[in-house]
């Protein structure tokens, strides 16, 4: 059954409505290529370093997404489907509360600012990515999912939202300021080749 049906406007699409549904095992490419769109090129940079010979990244980030288990899992994340295709994606879910970080160290060093990021909303209903194709954008898709994760997180008795975006996205920042969200804290990028190249990351809540 569909979680929510969208009021967005539907004529673009020549569909009557917009869903959102629990997204699934099937879905699993879907979620890597938005998840990796979502991190600026972060995902698909460290699972280029995991995945077998012969596979590519974003097949192994796929294969993590198609599991059951781990915070990167299907049954983590919410699909917008338009004509039956998925237009975008949510995966978020609650941090623990207290964040353990006595293992920081044995991050990758690219992720290390972002943990540091998160550990300071413990306890808070996390947006880990979400992201829209190319083709959907514009039809308040984003802002759809984000409404699903706090209907979510009110669900599991859980008061604030949390998120990490990349500063320098100066839209995505003012989306999510129009949405309520403040920013708290940042951390410098560790920049890499091939994804986000300085900059800083900015850890932005809100209380429902």
């Known amino acids: 059954m ?19 549904k629990n997204a699934r095992a099937e879905q699993a490419k879907d979620l890597a290529y938005l998840v990796n769109l979502a991190s600026y090129g972060v995902a698909e940079y460290l699972w280029q370093g995991m995945c077998a010979p012969g596979q590519s990244p974003l097949n192994y980030g796929a294969s993590r997404a198609a599991r059951s288990d781990g915070n990167f899992s299907y049954k983590n994340a919410k699909v917008m489907e338009v004509n039956g295709k998925v237009a975008g994606m949510v995966l978020s879910y609650q941090q623990p509360d207290p964040y353990d970080v006595s293992d920081i160290n044995d991050y990758p060093k690219e992720l290390i600012p972002l943990v540091e990021l998160e550990a ?46 990349a500063k320098q996205s100066a839209q995505t920042v003012a989306l999510y300021k129009k949405l309520g969200y403040v920013g708290i804290e940042t951390r410098p990028v560790v920049a890499f080749e091939g994804a986000v190249q300085g900059g800083e990351w900015l850890l932005m809540t809100k209380a429902l």
């Open 120 to 165: 300071l909303a413990p306890g808070s209903w996390y947006i880990n990515a979400i992201a829209t194709y190319e083709q959907y954008r514009g039809q308040g898709i984003a802002s759809q999912l984000l409404k699903q994760c706090e209907q979510d997180a009110l669900q599991a008795s859980c008061k604030v939202m949390s998120l990490v975006v």
């Open 2 to 20: 569909p979680l929510l049906l969208s009021l967005i406007k539907p004529s673009k699409f020549k569909s009557d409505t917009m869903i959102i």
